[in-house]
Each structure stands twice: as structure tokens, then as C-alpha cells.
């Protein structure tokens, strides 16, 4: 009995571990978007009022880990010129 419960542990791990890789997959996707967005803006062409929308975005990628930032650029292939 205790084996069979382990197992059922273990299961409802792994599909819990699964889903959040696949949210992670998601997330990743998104920010590397908006990190190739956010790179390729002149902020003196955005409409009035997306100032700080913008802001905000950069300000978040730019938290992010450098690891973390490549993955979400690597999810999209985008490639950011320096």
C-alpha cells in the first residue's frame, strides 16, 4: 500500500512538474517577444500615452536573470543587434 501511494505521489508530481514546464515554455515565448518588441522601439515614435507602458515592460525584462532573458530570446529565435 505505502509503494502505491508513493507511486501516486510521484505521478501527481510529475504532471504538475510537466504543467508548470509548459507554462514556463509559454512565459518564455511571451517575454522574448516583448524583449525583441521593447529592442527595436524608438521611444520617440510611440503614441502618446504608451510611454509608460513601455517603460514599464523594459524595466521589467530588464529584472529578469541574463539567463533567463537569453532562454525567452532563444523560445523565439530573436536575435537583438547590440
Same mark, same amino acid.
Given at each position: 500500500m505505502q509503494s502505491s501511494i508513493n507511486q501516486d505521489e510521484?505521478?501527481?508530481l510529475r504532471s504538475e512538474l510537466e504543467i508548470l514546464m509548459r507554462e514556463r515554455h509559454a512565459l518564455l515565448k511571451v517575454t522574448g517577444a516583448a524583449?525583441? $518588441?521593447?529592442a527595436e522601439l524608438d521611444s520617440h515614435d510611440l503614441p502618446t500615452g504608451t510611454e509608460e507602458a513601455a517603460?514599464?515592460?523594459?524595466?521589467?525584462i530588464n529584472t529578469l536573470p541574463e539567463e533567463? $532573458?537569453?532562454d525567452a530570446l532563444n523560445s523565439v529565435q530573436a536575435i537583438i543587434a547590440g
Open positions: 510521484i505521478n501527481m524583449a525583441g $518588441l521593447i517603460e514599464l515592460l523594459a524595466s521589467s533567463t $532573458l537569453q
